[in-house]
């Protein structure tokens, strides 16, 4: 079994910064995609960066420039750098993985529990 655990999120103003960190424990032989999504209130849950397993990257074009995915294969571990924070911002944030458990296993599908990001004016 594969757990994703998120961490960063909190209350900050317009303008400011903050780090999201989601680390995968478990039985892991690879991760391909990690991603990072979020739900504002009310809305539908969208994909915000994707970084693959040769680090190509990939944003939406709401957060191009201010926020930056990467991550620690030895730590099994994403990270989503968010600058220049706006009220728009504002949701929950979840990381999903693309995990192969094992050489004889095909990839599956994890998500982390959502950390909440909230952006005041």
């Known amino acids: 079994q594969v757990q994703l655990v998120e961490s960063g999120g909190g209350l900050v103003q317009a303008g400011g910064s903050l780090r999201l960190s989601c680390a995968a424990s478990?039985?892991?032989?690879?991760?391909?995609?990690m991603d990072w999504y979020r739900q504002p209130p009310g809305q539908q849950r969208e994909l915000v960066a994707r970084?693959?397993?040769?680090?190509?990257?990939t944003y939406a074009d709401s957060v191009k420039g201010r926020f930056a995915i990467s991550r620690d294969n030895a730590k099994n571990t994403a990270y989503l750098q968010m600058n220049s924070l706006k009220p728009e911002d504002t949701a929950v944030y979840y990381c999903n993985f693309q995990v192969r458990p094992s050489t004889l296993h095909y990839m599956y599908s994890y998500w982390g529990q959502g950390t909440q990001v909230t952006v005041s004016s």
């Open positions: 478990g039985t892991i032989f690879s991760i391909d995609y």
């Open positions: 970084i693959t397993s040769t680090n190509y990257t």
